[in-house]
C-alpha cells in the first residue's frame, strides 16, 4: 500500500475520501478570505536594504539624529494664460493651500509663493517658474515612510482636495510618493482585473481544445484561482513578520494562475490517459498521483529553489516577490495532490462531459504510430537530422540573446510612468523646475556642526556643484543636537536617469574627497538616485551569487531525480539559453525599442533593476517544468525498453499536445501583463512570456531530441561512486508493457 507521505499515497487518500479533503480546502479558502478582509494594509510599497550601503547609512543617520524625515507632495499649480500676479491665480493656491492643512490627519503644513514672499522672497522666487505661470505648494505630511501604510488610506482623498479649484485655465497636479502611489495601485488594479478577464478566457479555449471536453478544462481554472486566493491570503498573514511589498499581488496572481493550471492540467490529463487504458478510477488516480503528481512534486520543488536565490540579496523587495511566489506555488503543488484528485474522484467519468468516451479500449505506441500526427513527424525530423536541428536552434537562441550585451539597469523613470495626471505634473515640474526637486540628492556629514572642517568642506562643496549644471541650489540643515549637517541639493535631469547615477558617482568618488579631504569617510550620499545606484550596484555584486546557489541546487535536484549526470546538465544549458535570449528580447523592445509601438509597450532609457535577477530565477524554475514533466514520460519508456531513440519519439509523442497547451497558457498569462500600463511590470510579463513560448518550442521541440539522439544511452549515465543516489523515480515504476513488436492496438473509440 502506497504511504500517505507518497505523492501515489496523497492522491489515493484524497480520492478516497473526497468530501473530506474538499471540506479542509474550503476551510482554507475561508480562512485566506477572513485573512484578505481583515488585515487591511498587509501590504506595503517599501524597497529597503538588509544591509548597510552608503545611502542607507546616511538616511539611517538622519532618522537618529533629526526623527524620520517627513514625507513631501509638491502641488503644481500652472496656467497658460495667468501668472503668479494674478488675483484669480492667486485665489486658487491659497484655497489650495487652506484646504490641504485643513487635513490634518494627512497634513503636517502646507507652504504657498506668497506665505514666503515678504518673509523670505528668495525662497519665494525659488516656487516660481521663469515665466511665472506656474507655481507650487509644499506640503509636508504628518509622517515619514514608517506611516505611509497609514498615509495611503487618504491618497485619494488628499488628490481630489488638491485638485479640487482646478479649471478656468488653470491646472493643479499633486506630484509626489502618496499621489503617485495611488495612481500606481489604481492603475495597478484595473491592469490586474483586465489581465484576469484576458488570460482566463484565452486559457480556457486552449483547455477545452486539449481535453475536449469542458468539465475537464474548468478543473485547472478552478485550481489556478483556489491557488490565487489561498496563496493572498497566506502571504497577507506571513506580511505580519515581514515586510511585505505589494507587488507580491501582481507576483501571485500571475504565478498562482500559470502553474495552477499547467500543474493541475498536467495531473488531470494523465489520470484520462490511464483511464483510456482500461485502468479502474481509483487505480488511475493513484496513478496519477504517483507519476504525473510526482513530476508536479519535483517541478514545483525546482521552482521554489529558483525562487528562494531571491532571499540571497539584501533587498526586502526581492524577499517580497520570493515569498508571494513560493506561497504560490507551495498552495498549487500541494492543491494539484489532493484539491484535483478528490474532485476527479467525485466527476468520475462526468470528467469528459459532454463527449463520452469508452474506456476499454487501450492504445499502446507501435512502430508504425510513434511518428504519426505532427509531434511524432516533428520528432523524425529532428532526430534524422540532429546536428543541423541543433545548429538551427542554437542559432535562433543565441541570436535572440545577443542584445544582452547592451543591457542596462535603472529605476523606471518619469517617461516611463503610464499617462496619467502625476505623470503630467511630474514633467511640468521637471520642465519648469529642476527635474529632481522631489527627490533631491542629501550629502550627510556625521560630525559636530562647528568643526572647521564642516563648514571649509560644505564651502568647497558649494562651490564646485555651483560650477556644474547637473545639480541645483544647495540647501544647508543641521541637527538641533549639532552633531549632523545634511546639504540637500536637487538635480537638474530625472533622478532615475543614467546622468543622475554618473552624478552620485561624481560626489562620491571626485567632488567629496576634493571638498572634505581626509574626513570625507564621514560623508555620506543619500536620497532617492542615491539609492537606486546603490541598489543596482549591489544586484551587480550579488548576481553571481544568486546564479551559482540556483544553478547548483538545481543541478543537484535533476540528479537526485534522474539518476543522471547529463540530464541535469543539458536542463541548466538549455533553460540558461531560453533565459538569456528572453533577456535579449526584453532589452531589444524595451531599451532599443524594437516593435515596441506595434506590441503597444512602453519604450524605456534601461531595464527595470530588479528585473534580470527577477526572470532568472522565476524563468528558471518555471521552464524546469517542461524539462521534467517530458523528461520523465522519456525515462519511463526507456525503463521498459532501453531504446534510447524510441523512448524519445514516444516522450514527446505523449506529452506534446498536453505541454504546448500548457505552454499557450502561460503565454496567455503573461502577455497578458504585459498588455497592462506600468513599464516594469510590462518588461515582467513580456520577458516571461517569450521564455516560455521559446522554452516549450525551440528548446523542447528541437534541442531536447536532438541532444538525446547525439548522446544516446550516455543520456543516462551516472558514475559508479554516485550509485548510492536514493532513486527517487519521478516517472514512477513501469506500468504498462510496452506494446512495440508492430501490430497495433485497438484505437481509442469516441
Avoid at 269 to 283: S, W
Avoid at 292 to 317: E, Q
Avoid at 334 to 360: C, E, K, M, N
Avoid at 664 to 671: E, G, N, T, Y
Amino acid at each position: 500500500m502506497a504511504s500517505l507521505f507518497s505523492t501515489r499515497g496523497l492522491a489515493a487518500a484524497s480520492a478516497r475520501r473526497p468530501w473530506r479533503t474538499l471540506g479542509i480546502w474550503l476551510v482554507l479558502i475561508v480562512l485566506a478570505a477572513i485573512l484578505q478582509g481583515t488585515m487591511g494594509g498587509a501590504f506595503n510599497n517599501d524597497v529597503n536594504f538588509t544591509n548597510d550601503p552608503d545611502s542607507k547609512h546616511g538616511a539611517d543617520l538622519i532618522t537618529a539624529h533629526m526623527g524620520e524625515e517627513p514625507l513631501i507632495e509638491t502641488i503644481v499649480i500652472t496656467s497658460p494664460n495667468l501668472t503668479v500676479d494674478d488675483a484669480a491665480f492667486r485665489q486658487v493656491v491659497e484655497k489650495t493651500t487652506a484646504d490641504l492643512a485643513a487635513m490634518t490627519e494627512v497634513v503636517q503644513s502646507a507652504t504657498n509663493v506668497y506665505q514666503l514672499m515678504e518673509a523670505n522672497p528668495q525662497a519665494a522666487e525659488s516656487m516660481i517658474s521663469g515665466d511665472r505661470h506656474t507655481t507650487i505648494i509644499s506640503v509636508t505630511l504628518t509622517g515619514g515612510y514608517s506611516d505611509f501604510d497609514k498615509l495611503i488610506e487618504h491618497g485619494k482623498s488628499f488628490i481630489e482636495t488638491a485638485e479640487r479649484y482646478q479649471g478656468d485655465g488653470i491646472e493643479v497636479y499633486a506630484v509626489g510618493d502618496l499621489s503617485g502611489s495611488e495612481v500606481y495601485g489604481q492603475i495597478s488594479e484595473e491592469d490586474m482585473s483586465k489581465d484576469l478577464k484576458v488570460g482566463l478566457p484565452v486559457a480556457a479555449v486552449v483547455l477545452i481544445i486539449v481535453f475536449g471536453a469542458l468539465v475537464a478544462a474548468g478543473l485547472p481554472l478552478l485550481l489556478g484561482l483556489v491557488s490565487i486566493f489561498v496563496a493572498m491570503g497566506a502571504t497577507a498573514l506571513v506580511s505580519r513578520v515581514i515586510d511585505v511589498n505589494e507587488t507580491v499581488q501582481v507576483m501571485i496572481t500571475m504565478i498562482g494562475l500559470a502553474v495552477g493550471i499547467d500543474y493541475a492540467l498536467f495531473l488531470t490529463e494523465r489520470y484520462r490517459e490511464e483511464r483510456r487504458h482500461g485502468m479502474p478510477r481509483q487505480d488511475a488516480i493513484a496513478l496519477a498521483g504517483g507519476t504525473a503528481g510526482k513530476a508536479v512534486f519535483f517541478s514545483g520543488g525546482t521552482v521554489v529553489l529558483a525562487l528562494m536565490g531571491m532571499f540571497l540579496i539584501p533587498v526586502t523587495i526581492f524577499h517580497s516577490l520570493a515569498t508571494g511566489a513560493i506561497l504560490a506555488v507551495f498552495v498549487a503543488v500541494f492543491a494539484t495532490q489532493t484539491f484535483v484528485p478528490a474532485l476527479v474522484s467525485l466527476l468520475g467519468d462526468r470528467i469528459d462531459w459532454p463527449r463520452r468516451r469508452h474506456y476499454d479500449a487501450v492504445r499502446r505506441y507501435d512502430h508504425e504510430t510513434i511518428h504519426r500526427g505532427f509531434w511524432g513527424r516533428v520528432t523524425r525530423t529532428v532526430m534524422t537530422y540532429p546536428v543541423a536541428s541543433l545548429i538551427v536552434a542554437l542559432v535562433i537562441l543565441i541570436g535572440a540573446a545577443l542584445p544582452v550585451f547592451t543591457l542596462k539597469t535603472g529605476m523606471p523613470g518619469i517617461e516611463s510612468l503610464p499617462e496619467s495626471r502625476v505623470k503630467t505634473g511630474y514633467e511640468i515640474l521637471a520642465r519648469e523646475f529642476y527635474a529632481g526637486s522631489i527627490a533631491p540628492v542629501a550629502i550627510v556629514i556625521d560630525s559636530d556642526v562647528n568643526a572647521p572642517w564642516v563648514n571649509e568642506g560644505i564651502e568647497k562643496l558649494s562651490a564646485q556643484l555651483a560650477e556644474d549644471d547637473l545639480f541645483g541650489p544647495v540647501s544647508v540643515t543641521r541637527a538641533e543636537d549639532g552633531l549632523l549637517t545634511i546639504v540637500e541639493v536637487p538635480l537638474s535631469v530625472d533622478p532615475n536617469s543614467e546622468r543622475a547615477f554618473d552624478a552620485v558617482d561624481h560626489l562620491r568618488g571626485e567632488i567629496i574627497p576634493a571638498a572634505f579631504g581626509s574626513q570625507a569617510d564621514a560623508v555620506y550620499v543619500t536620497g532617492g538616485s542615491a539609492f537606486t545606484e546603490d541598489f543596482n550596484d549591489l544586484l551587480s555584486r550579488y548576481t553571481p551569487l544568486v546564479f551559482a546557489f540556483v544553478l547548483g541546487l538545481s543541478f543537484l535536484l535533476l540528479m537526485v531525480a534522474f539518476h543522471s549526470l547529463v540530464v541535469p546538465a543539458k536542463a541548466i544549458l538549455m533553460n540558461l539559453l531560453s533565459v538569456g535570449a528572453a533577456y535579449g528580447s526584453v532589452v531589444a523592445v524595451f531599451q532599443h525599442g524594437f516593435l515596441a509601438d506595434r506590441l503597444g509597450l512602453t519604450q524605456t532609457e534601461s531595464i527595470t533593476a530588479w528585473l534580470p535577477i527577477f526572470l532568472f530565477c522565476v524563468l528558471f524554475g518555471l521552464s524546469m517544468d517542461y524539462h521534467v514533466f517530458l523528461l520523465s514520460r522519456i525515462r519511463e519508456h526507456y525503463d521498459q525498453t532501453r531504446r534510447n531513440d524510441e523512448s524519445v519519439a514516444v516522450g514527446l509523442q505523449s506529452t506534446g499536445r498536453i505541454i504546448t497547451g500548457a505552454a499557450l497558457i502561460m503565454v496567455a498569462v503573461f502577455a497578458a501583463f504585459a498588455s497592462g500600463r506600468l513599464v516594469d511590470i510590462q518588461q515582467m510579463g513580456f520577458g516571461l512570456a517569450v521564455a516560455i513560448f521559446l522554452d516549450a518550442t525551440i528548446v523542447r521541440s528541437i534541442l531536447v531530441p536532438a541532444t538525446m539522439k547525439l548522446l544516446g544511452d550516455w543520456n543516462w549515465y551516472l558514475p559508479s561512486w554516485l550509485r548510492w543516489l536514493p532513486d527517487l523515480r519521478i516517472e514512477g515504476a513501469p506500468v504498462h508493457a510496452p506494446n512495440m513488436a508492430g501490430s497495433a492496438e485497438p484505437a481509442l473509440g469516441d
